[in-house]
DNA sequence: TTTTAATAAATTGTATACAATCTTAATATA
DNA sequence: TATATTAAGATTGTATACAATTTATTAAAA
């Protein structure tokens, strides 16, 4: 058992708070403020901050504190955007390499990620679509894209509930059940060109949901 | 004139060591030791250090010191791949954005890049190529696509120069310049799939290169 | 009243001391 | 000799004190 650093737990509880809409977008918090609530000296919250600043989920002013990022909705689809063709590139990398164990992998993560659904589990279903975002990046062994495909899907979540858009009602999570499915459908006949359609269609189908529950209205 | 940060000069001042070959591929590098070469204390090197683990060109180990990366072949592969993949991306965005403005700025750009070859003014040179290959990121407006763009491109630099395969000599450099403008003059013609082709070619090239001195009879 | 200047307060930026942890070397034991 | 144990050293990890900078407040002047 390694023990964590404490700018490594004081990373995760931010990012957790802001998950669970304990800091809201755009909120000012500072060094000594955190660190009274975690119980920890500056020290390790301000690495803390600036891996979060890094990652695009805070803004530093100098001497004035940290914000929560307030995205914008062309912040959105830009980090969508870019999704769509990283995940693609990733899938067309994975296409041919995928094995049948993989195959069996891909669809326990989806049952899974049913079950997390039906206990009502977010946190646990946020969790497990990472995992099936990242799956092919991963298979196909490009470190330098599975990083970036796993930051970009950790800013889309945190955008997505700082805005109060997703996951606050579960159906959206049930639609992305069966289009997650439709993916990797489409990777075991190594039809690629389905595979890219399959996670164009899902990426935008969570973006325009999300544009729709912008609306006042709702 | 807004003082820049010790962290940020520590920052700057490390990479440069790197581009300069002052630290070379897989050399330990400990907190007090820089701290005592660039007259800081700890903290700001420490801070440094994170931001350039975070973008691969420092491996940080935990009470055994800090190290600077060795990027294997693969890592390189994996590099360029990625910014074929996004550079075109960023291209087909752009291609029916640019003014008659930005088409002259990049030829200014060209020329300049023409400029610090013929001085031999290597740092200038590099600098100069980091904007080319942005500038159509730029264009296109999408912050996270041209954070990464320039992240990637910070990487080869660093990456080619630890393992002594480029800019030691200046015939890459000057290949590089028509490969650019190539590049150019197709977007001039809106012609995306041509621009695509070339930024491909451009950056094989530079990869191709790079195996060739690999080789140990070079 | 509005603007300007001076002062105080708040916050980050940095240095330093100390604690925790890992590595290395020395020592003891089989 | 080989292996396990212990201790010493080195290095990071954290807390804290202080410096520098910015913002907010107050007072003065126009």
Redesign the interface.
């Known amino acids: 058992m390694i023990k964590q650093?404490n700018e490594d737990i004081a990373y995760e509880k931010i990012k957790r708070a802001m998950m669970l809409k304990r800091l809201v977008a755009g909120q000012r918090v500072t060094e000594e403020w955190v660190g009274n609530e975690l119980k920890m000296s500056r020290t390790p919250i301000?690495?803390a901050f600036?891996?979060l600043e890094?990652e695009?989920l805070m803004e530093l002013v100098?001497h004035r504190g940290a914000f929560v990022c307030n995205p914008s909705d062309k912040?959105l689809e830009?980090?969508f955007?870019?999704r769509i063709?990283?995940e693609s590139?990733a899938a067309e990398l994975a296409v041919h390499q995928m094995t049948e164990e993989n195959f069996q992998e891909m669809d326990q993560l989806l049952e899974e990620e049913r079950k997390a659904y039906e206990k009502k589990d977010y946190e646990e279903f946020l969790r497990i679509n990472a995992q099936i975002h990242a799956y092919p990046a991963r298979v196909a062994q490009?470190?330098?894209?599975l990083q970036?495909v796993e930051k970009?899907n950790q800013?889309s979540d945190c955008y997505l509930i700082l805005r109060d858009n997703f996951y606050s009602t579960p159906m959206n999570q049930a639609l992305s059940i069966p289009e997650h499915q439709g993916v990797v459908t489409a990777l075991k006949k190594r039809d690629i060109a389905a595979a890219k359609k399959a996670i164009e269609a899902h990426m935008l189908s969570t973006l325009n949901d999300l544009s729709e529950r912008t609306s006042i209205f709702n």
């Open positions: 650093k301000r690495a600036n891996r890094n695009g100098p912040e830009d980090v955007n870019l063709v990283l590139y490009n470190k330098f894209l970036e970009l800013w």
